[in-house]
């Protein structure tokens, strides 16, 4: 009789032990942020060492600094610099908190590995299991940018920006 308690314990007991791996590793290659530089960029470091730019896939952010897309966004959206610049500010503050120093956050490619400026375009997935693109999205810091052939969750970010407008979130309440 004892025996048909010993033998669940120490399955029990052995199991604890294992480490599986978080939805969040299965999806990607893990990276550790080493800053973030606006609301849709940020840097992080391989196993390797290597520090590399990450831009998130198929999302944008509003402009933080003055640059040539910051008066493409002006003329495009009728909204003042200083309006853009300061969502584009907020955006990036909301990313830091999402993307602390030496947090770990997993990579997950598309289509392209990089754009023409040398960045690695990816999905983020954040060790909570969600993926920052797409929280960005949903809570109003970005709208989506698809640009393709890097579509795979273009549903799921158009789903997110749908919800975002009907609710008013972030920047949708303020006509973004």
């Known amino acids: 009789m004892w025996r048909l308690l010993v033998i669940p314990l120490i399955l029990f007991v052995v199991s604890c032990g294992e480490s599986t791996p978080t939805s969040a ?4 290659t893990p990276c550790k942020v080493v800053r973030v530089i ?3 960029t940020f840097t992080c470091t391989l196993k390797n060492g290597e520090e590399i730019k990450v831009r998130l896939i198929g ?3 509003p402009e933080s600094r003055v640059n040539p897309k910051l008066e493409r966004d002006v003329q495009k959206s009728g909204l003042q610099r200083e309006e853009i610049l300061h969502m584009g500010k907020i955006a990036a503050e909301f990313t830091k908190r999402l993307l602390p120093e030496g947090e770990i956050v997993y990579l997950e490619q598309d289509v392209q590995k990089t ?3 040398g960045r690695v375009l990816a999905y983020v997935w954040l060790k909570d299991g969600r993926m920052l693109n797409e929280v960005l999205v949903r809570e109003g810091m970005a709208q989506v940018y698809t640009i393709p052939p890097n579509v795979k969750y273009q549903d799921v970010l158009l789903e997110a920006q749908r919800k ?8 949708w309440k303020s006509g973004f």
């Not at 590793?25 to 990607?28: D, I, L, N, P």
Request: aromatic share 10%; proline share 0%.
């Open 25 to 28: 590793e299965k999806k990607g």
């Open 115 to 117: 754009d023409k400026y």
């Open 38 to 40: 606006d609301g849709d």
């Open 164 to 171: 975002a407008r009907e609710e008013g979130k972030g920047f």
């Open 59 to 61: 999302v944008d952010t």
